[in-house]
């Protein structure tokens, strides 16, 4: 069971808005740090796609943004196209224990 | 542009240590600001942080792990390494080394996030 809990899955059409949540806790998210998402595609290793909580990496589309609030963050992703169908991951910092950095379970996000 | 690539073996033994290195070309692994990690991913399965090492040796290795896991840092031969000792089954996954930057507050190393990434390396545990 992941410290941050995202959702299993998310689907929409070509064109459409989806976001993808990122739930945590007072340890974590809710403490201040920041929140980072990434992107895998099928068969490939992961890359970074937010970093910061909101900030995109030269060479990421500005159709992804990322938001955080509270002790929660999001993803969102408009004009959905086909390449965008993986596997997305947020990833953040926890003080507890001695202190570690924590993944999501990650989501499938499937373009129907 | 900065490479990462994984290498060692892909088959390991129950009760032995599996030992991997993370070859970094096009950049020096003794450049400021930079932490080197390792993270693994079960099949089928999520991303799990192993731990993080500084170009100086300090390092942060996840609790769960921490009594088995050692990574080290090869300056002259721009490499990090990881040992991860008493292996079972569990601990088949694919393991990617990457390359933590920050953008602000970079005193503070829980800033820290995967900026670049090496394509993974399989390893099986089994007899």
């Known amino acids: 069971q992941s410290v941050l809990t995202q959702p299993p899955s998310v689907s929409g059409a070509p064109g459409q808005r989806v976001t993808i949540s990122c739930t945590g806790s007072?340890?974590?998210?809710?403490?201040?740090?920041?929140v980072h998402w990434y992107q895998q595609l099928p068969g490939t290793a992961p890359k970074l796609l937010i970093s910061?909580?909101?900030n995109r990496p030269s060479g990421v589309p500005d159709r992804f943004s990322g938001s955080k609030s509270g002790t929660s963050a999001s993803l969102a992703i408009t004009g959905l196209q086909a390449e965008d169908e993986a596997d997305y991951y947020c990833q953040s910092y926890d003080s507890s224990l001695s202190g570690y950095w924590v993944f999501g379970g990650g989501t499938k996000l499937t373009v129907l | 542009q900065l490479q990462l690539q994984e290498s060692g073996p892909g088959l390991v033994k129950p009760s032995e240590t599996l030992s991997l290195t993370c070859t970094v070309s096009g950049g020096s692994i003794s450049s400021r600001g930079y932490y080197w990690g390792w993270i693994r991913q079960p099949p089928g399965k999520g991303l799990e942080w192993i731990g993080n090492i500084y170009y100086s040796g300090s390092a942060y290795y996840n609790p769960s792990l921490k009594s088995r896991v050692t990574i080290s840092v090869d300056t002259s031969m721009n490499q990090f390494s990881l040992k991860l000792s008493s292996v079972t089954a569990a601990d088949t996954a694919v393991y990617y080394c990457?390359?933590?930057?920050?953008?602000?507050?970079?005193?503070?190393?829980?800033?820290?996030?995967?900026?670049?990434w090496g394509k993974g390396t399989t390893v099986t545990v089994s007899s």
């Open positions: 007072s340890s974590n998210i809710g403490a201040g740090y920041d």
């Open positions: 990457a390359r933590l930057g920050c953008s602000t507050s970079c005193y503070f190393y829980y800033y820290y996030y995967m900026d670049v």
């Open positions: 910061g909580n909101s």
